[in-house]
């Protein structure tokens, strides 16, 4: 569960005023998806949907276009590494999904997710570190300050 510094950070970050928030199934990544939406809406945003996605699955495909469908000003991601490379994968390769408008709770700015995704799959994505600093992600590395 992410704490204050990393969601004041992640929320002061995104733009626009509809977003749509991906998570992965485990329970931090259920809790920061269900903190950064209520804190959303409390500033008037629009929460466009919440898409749950597992660690591993058979096809991507259908978490991917309901993720991608809208679309929103902004994509905001709370997932583990490895489930959230494989979906980012599947969305780069069958949606508009961008990653320079997506946004990530620091798990999902890893250097694990992003070597797992694949180069230039999550290249300009941004995101909050756990201590409250920020990241973003290159072709084949994240930056972190």
């Keep these: ?24 199934r485990d329970d931090a990544s259920r809790a920061a998806a269900g903190m950064f939406a209520e804190a959303w809406e409390r500033r008037g945003g629009v929460v466009l949907d919440v898409v749950g996605w597992p660690e591993e699955a ?18 905001i991601v709370a997932a583990r590494p490895a489930g959230w490379a494989r979906m980012a994968r599947r969305l780069r ?12 709770f620091a798990s999902a700015g890893s250097a694990e997710a992003v070597a797992l995704a694949g180069r230039g799959t999550l290249e300009g994505m941004r995101g909050a570190t756990a201590d409250g600093g920020t990241w973003v992600a290159g ?6 300050w």
């Design 93 to 104: 390769q069958s949606t508009d999904w961008a990653p320079e408008r997506t946004y990530g």
């Design 58 to 75: 058979a096809s991507w495909l259908r978490f991917a276009r309901r993720f991608a469908a809208g679309p929103p000003d902004a994509w």
């Design 1 to 24: 569960m992410p704490d204050a510094a990393e969601l004041r950070v992640l929320l002061g970050m995104v733009s626009g005023e509809v977003v749509t928030i991906g998570h992965g």
């Design 139 to 144: 072709d084949g590395w994240v930056r972190s």
